[in-house]
């Protein structure tokens, strides 16, 4: 589980206190043994110095495992781009005047302009004939007409 | 142990206290840079230690 930013401050600051008394009882101790000459105090200092180790193994350990789990990130560069504020969409829904068929006829229907762009050659062609096509039958139905 | 390492080893103590609060300082500010580089001191001094006491 990770901890707060500021227990593992804490939880640091201790072991690291912890670390540095062990160290100068360590040294302490060494320096009772360089003064001490009977045999039974040495071994007696030196079993304190050894268990002192072990301890001081132990606190070198939470203190890496504290470190290891600290990271500090770099902040993100400020981004200069402005983001262009886009129009809120209308929500017909909450409108109370219901859709008509018609209205979204006339929203869909294309403008004759962008028609007009999207004829080809081929459908000019197709257009020319049908409308002398139309013509000729305009034609023959007057002389029918005519006849009677 | 002899004196010379007794004194070495209460110098690297107070080193690790003063690690500690420039390691702090790096945490609070939020300076990666300066937070590894603390780091790596106090693991560094952690090594002498033993390498000290055998």
Redesign the interface.
Known sequence: MMKE?NE??TD??EL??K???I??A??SA??G??QSKAREEKNMINSQ?ESM?TL??RT?EE??SI?DD?S????LPISKVNIQKTKPQKDYSSQNSTLKVGDMYERSKPKKSELKKEITDLEKDILKRLKKKEKKEKIVRKKNQVDT | MNPENIDFLNQLANSLEKAQESLEEAYRRGDPTYFSKVKRFILQIQDKVFEVIG
């Open positions: 930013k593992y401050l640091l600051r690291i206190q670390e540095a008394k160290i100068r360590i040294a060494g320096n043994l360089v110095i180790k001081l193994k070198t203190i890496s470190l600290m500090v990130m770099k902040p």
